[in-house]
């Protein structure tokens, strides 16, 4: 159930290269699979929800903004365009920038994860505006070995155990009172931090950020080997994955 009193606004990043992508496509946002794109997937699901009032997508270049806007229904929501950064902090904090200044609780996902829920979109607002940050996220169930070079033969390691019941896999959405994301990101620009996802901004901060776990797939579409998984799991859940209350 969604608080209408709360205004959301949601990034969407689109404005990746895709080099790990290895030309298997020219734009994996807009690839399709099973007769929709990668990038209206997250976007159905974000409508679905009823959560968000506001979208600013964040763009890779002209073409493909003109592509991504075709897929928006004309009139039915209210949306803002940024244009993507080189990494995607920097796509991220031109989409903070972007954000209506009446923004409650902002929202960023990686559009390269079609397999989002409306019910995850649901618990992940409510959490933020709750708890300040929150974050759809998995136990690990591998075990994970933290490595540091050592000479001798190719992938040759120095290995050090992590302890796996203290770790967990962050995913997108992860959604954050607006203003403190907002000041975040402005400390790690100034700082000139390099970091690969949003709860990183806040780390130093000893802020305690809610967990809500995910019991369904929700990968991001990064190597050539991707496509045929997510594939096979649209195919099984005959594109309904995403619109599941
Ligand atoms: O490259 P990767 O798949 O990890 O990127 C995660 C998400 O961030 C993707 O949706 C991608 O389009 C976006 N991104 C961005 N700007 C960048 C790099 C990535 O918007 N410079």
Redesign the pocket.
């Known amino acids: 159930m969604s608080d209408r009193s709360l205004k959301v606004t949601a990034i969407l ?8 992508m290895q030309g298997a496509t020219s734009d ?2 807009l690839m399709p699979l099973q007769g929709k794109s990668i990038f209206q997937y997250s976007f159905d699901a974000f409508q679905a929800s009823q959560a968000v009032s506001h979208y600013v997508i ?1 763009y ?1 270049d002209q073409p493909q903004r003109e592509q991504l806007s075709g897929l928006i229904p004309p009139d039915s929501t209210e949306v803002s365009w940024t244009l ?5 902090h ?3 904090h031109n989409g903070l920038k972007a954000c209506p200044s009446d923004t409650d609780v902002v929202l960023i996902h ?4 079609p397999l989002v829920t409306p019910s995850a979109i649901e618990s992940v607002t409510q959490s933020a505006s709750t708890h300040g940050s929150a974050c759809i996220a998995k136990k690990v169930t591998d075990t994970i070995k933290q490595i540091s070079p050592s000479p001798g033969a190719t992938n040759t390691y120095r290995l050090q155990g992590l302890d796996r019941s203290k770790l967990w896999a962050m995913e997108t959405p992860q959604a954050f009172r607006y203003e403190l994301i907002a000041s975040a990101y402005e400390s790690v620009s100034r700082r000139g931090q390099h970091i ?1 996802d949003d709860l990183s901004a806040i780390e130093g901060d000893q802020i305690a950020t809610q967990l809500i776990e995910n019991g369904r797939p929700n990968i ?3 190597t050539p080997e991707d496509i045929h998984f997510l594939d096979f799991i649209l195919q099984k859940t005959s594109n309904s994955i995403n619109s599941e209350q």
């Open positions: 990043l689109a404005g990746g290269s895709g080099n790990r994996k946002i964040v890779r993507g950064g080189k990494e995607r920097n796509s991220v990686d559009c390269a994860r690969t991001k579409l990064t």
